[in-house]
DNA sequence: CGGTTATTTTAGGCAAGGCTAAAAAAATAT
DNA sequence: ATATTTTTTTAGCCTTGCCTAAAATAACCG
């Protein structure tokens, strides 16, 4: 059995690597809030276990063994996102602290009971893909709202669930996935960018924008 | 945050202590699966915590604050485990199992929806009594039916959860709590009993009628 | 290219919670 | 009452995963 630290240095490491960043050392400490030296120690207990591959000073690399446990991992993580939501009432920005104590002690007959429960869901309360049982993930979207242009308009489609307060303001506002929206107006120098969804307008930091993941309709909707 | 070992160790002890039996070193390391020396490792720890009294070389008592955190260790457990019975269709023998990790993770908050969901039981799926938030308990059933003589008759009430193959066993034969019988048979020398639940007829082992806890119904019937 | 800076790794420690072996205390038996 | 056995405690060590400080390596800059 891995422990838990094991599971969450894969899963972070996961992370990084679908972001498309290189997997450092310090960006690794960084996202698993430790000091250089405690990520050091981890990336050659886990290239012992061949979970991953480490080039010294380089950077490190998931093995195929590595990467079917951070899905694994983020697959039950997901799951009981949606459950906590849809089964019991969990406010969005609730679900991502509670799952990511379940995720680790769940068993695989939890996971396939709640995933039935659910109807074979495909995607966590944020639009998150959930990874099927053999560790396949469908594409996540990668379109960011901060990146669209007064005129077009288009479909959240996730929200990062880095923290609680920021999905508790999307949410009291109606920027949840699925919604529909169309930019107004999007401020130089970094400014703020402003949307409309139904007959609401909303004005967004461009920071807080960069969270939201959009799907955009093609042009000319008139 | 108390640690899992710690609320492990005060459950075993609770339950020592409701069994009667006085908390000695050697009766806990042995409920625990540890060596002698770490139960006294342990100890001294709690000790120092204040969640129960040492008396060296006699034994142990749960302080009050100590007896709380069990029960809401107990809680937790017994929740889970209704909750995995009667929502995600567990069998009565997997319940135990998924709740001893589950127990020690989940919040408040989980713990008090899927109380609300349950429609706020007061016994889990072995009829034991759930404790309330307060840390309140009813009593428990004390009469075993390996106690009982030929011509009595009663209701299974609780049958202890230590191992699964034994549920399956009670299970598939109907020998659930609630479950009313007349004892027909009980062989001398600490032989099997024979009892009788609607038109069926079961024989069942002294050692194994002594896990199931029964309410004896006023003698009589006729 | 050589010097400075930043990153990574090594070295040595600490806290939890296990272990075994030995010592101390209590219980039991003669 | 003493001797033996059992139980408990102490002492010392191990593993995991974290830490800080120092050393090694790589990257950058003039």
């Known amino acids: 059995m891995l422990s838990e630290a094991v599971e969450d240095y894969l899963k972070a490491i996961y992370k ?48 195929r063994a590595g990467r079917k446990v951070a899905l694994e991992v983020i697959r039950h993580h997901r ?31 939890f996971e396939e009971k709640i995933f039935e429960a659910l109807g074979r869901p495909t995607r966590d309360p944020h639009g998150e893909p959930i990874p099927d049982k053999d560790g396949r993930l469908a594409a996540g979207i990668q379109a960011r709202l901060s990146d669209m242009e ?3 308009s288009g479909v959240i489609r996730q929200v990062s669930d880095s923290t609680a307060e920021m999905l ?37 930091g461009r920071d807080l924008a960069a969270h939201i993941r959009v799907e955009t309709r093609a042009e000319g909707g008139a």
């Open 16 to 63: 990084l690597e679908e972001a498309g960043r290189p997997v450092t050392t310090s960006a690794l400490a960084e996202a698993m809030d430790v000091a250089a030296a405690s990520a050091t120690g981890m990336v050659k207990k886990l290239a012992g276990l061949r979970l991953l591959r480490h080039n010294p000073y380089q950077g490190v690399t998931l093995t």
């Open 79 to 109: 799951l009981v996102e949606l459950y906590l939501a849809e089964v019991l009432g969990y406010t969005w920005d609730k679900v991502h602290e509670e799952a990511e104590r379940l995720e680790h002690v769940i068993s695989e007959e």
């Open 150 to 152: 007064p005129g077009e």
């Open 168 to 204: 508790r303001y999307l949410g009291t506002r109606g920027l949840v996935p699925d919604t529909a929206f169309e930019v107004l107006d999007k401020a130089p120098f970094n400014g703020p960018i402003t949307l409309k969804t139904g007959e609401t307008s909303h004005v967004l």
